[in-house]
């Protein structure tokens, strides 16, 4: 779980790639960079990031059987609210309990 602000979108394939500049890590298994490539697997705009939008990203870490491919992820169960001090309270609150 992450806030991000989204820079750039692209469409490659059936996937969308976003760049993320990564602004808070609040819940994480894995490492963050300053930046990061968010992948969503469809190009319909599900869920509806704009750019320049700030959001809290709940992403998963994907790596295929064969270990060639590392990346976070935003599946359809994910989760991705815009931004707002509200959820910033309402995660640092969870991280309490969790």
């Known amino acids: 779980v992450f806030q991000g602000r989204i820079l750039a ?11 993320v500049e990564v602004k808070t890590p609040y819940r994480h298994r894995f490492p963050l960079v300053a930046r990061e490539y968010l992948w969503v697997p469809n190009t ?10 700030e959001y ?5 870490r994907h790596v295929n059987y064969e270990r060639t491919l590392n990346r976070i992820l935003l599946q359809d169960d994910g989760y991705a609210r815009p931004w707002t001090p509200r959820e910033h309270r309402l995660v640092r609150e969870a991280a309490r309990h969790c």
């Not at 979108?9 to 760049?19: D, H, I, K």
């Not at 809290?56 to 998963?60: C, P, S, T, V």
């Open 56 to 60: 809290l990203l709940m992403a998963r």
């Open 9 to 19: 979108q692209r469409f490659l394939g059936q996937e969308t790639r976003y760049e």
């Open 44 to 53: 319909c705009g599900c869920p509806p990031l704009r750019e320049g939008g």
